[in-house]
């Protein structure tokens, strides 16, 4: 049971029409500038991930960056960056993958992650989970195990969680 002072939601701006129209951006950087805010979202997130005995965290760029580091260092483990494609300097192994606004390629350094290890992956938010999906198969390519995925934010209606199946999901916050 959290016993945190904060309405987490309130420290989100959503943004209509961006990138594009339809779009309802989940804007994070109103919560990250706050100290007090984002120090709580990544204990509420420790203490809900803690249980699976994780090895090391993988996160997404950009916004994966900022949310699985400071998870990584509250557990006492290891951050391994996922790219985007053409910005790792040593040898990689990439994937496609398709964004609710647009197509990308994701990379990893071949020796991020051990075969064998247990591997949380953490992002800031789960849409249509595509990104997320796509960092499951390059851990997955590079023999690891993916216990579970983290995230600050869930837009349930998109059903990226249909992507997970088999791997625990925690998300602080739900938008339906
Ligand atoms: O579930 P999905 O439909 O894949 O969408 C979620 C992803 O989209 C955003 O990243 P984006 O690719 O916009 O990159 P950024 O973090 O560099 O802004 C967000 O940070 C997630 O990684
Ligand atoms: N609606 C959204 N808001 C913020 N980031 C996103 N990434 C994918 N969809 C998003």
Same mark, same amino acid.
């Given at each position: 049971? %959290?016993?945190?002072?904060?309405?987490?939601?309130?420290?989100?701006?959503?943004?209509?029409? #961006?990138?594009?129209? &339809?779009?309802?951006?989940?804007?994070?950087?109103?919560?990250?500038?706050? &100290? &007090?805010?984002?120090?709580?979202?990544?204990?509420?997130?420790?203490?809900?991930?803690?249980?699976?005995?994780?090895? +090391?965290?993988?996160?997404?760029?950009?916004? &994966?960056?900022? +949310? $699985?580091?400071?998870?990584?260092?509250?557990? /006492? +483990?290891?951050?391994?960056?996922?790219?985007? %494609?053409?910005?790792?300097?040593?040898?990689?192994?990439?994937?496609?993958?398709?964004?609710?606004?647009?197509?990308?390629?994701?990379?990893?350094?071949?020796?991020?992650?051990?075969?064998?290890?247990?591997?949380?992956? @953490?992002?800031?938010?789960? @849409?249509? /989970? $595509?990104?997320?999906?796509?960092?499951?198969?390059?851990?997955?390519?590079?023999?690891?195990? +993916?216990?579970?995925?983290? #995230?600050?934010?869930?837009?349930?209606?998109?059903?990226?969680?249909?992507?997970?199946?088999?791997?625990?999901?925690? %998300?602080?916050?739900?938008?339906?």
């Amino acid at each position: 049971m %959290s016993n945190t002072p904060y309405n987490f939601k309130d420290y989100i701006r959503v943004i209509p029409d #961006f990138p594009q129209p &339809g779009i309802r951006f989940k804007d994070i950087t109103t919560l990250l500038k706050d &100290g &007090g805010a984002y120090r709580a979202v990544i204990e509420e997130m420790r203490a809900a991930v803690q249980h699976m005995k994780i090895d +090391v965290i993988a996160g997404p760029e950009a916004r &994966g960056f900022v +949310v $699985g580091a400071p998870l990584a260092l509250a557990l /006492g +483990v290891g951050f391994a960056p996922i790219r985007k %494609s053409g910005k790792l300097p040593g040898e990689t192994i990439t994937a496609n993958y398709d964004l609710e606004y647009g197509k990308d390629q994701l990379a990893m350094h071949k020796d991020a992650i051990a075969p064998g290890q247990r591997v949380l992956i @953490a992002d800031d938010l789960l @849409a249509t /989970g $595509g990104t997320i999906a796509t960092s499951i198969n390059l851990v997955r390519q590079l023999g690891g195990e +993916v216990v579970g995925a983290a #995230f600050l934010i869930e837009l349930a209606y998109l059903d990226g969680r249909d992507k997970l199946e088999g791997i625990d999901v925690f %998300s602080l916050m739900t938008y339906e």
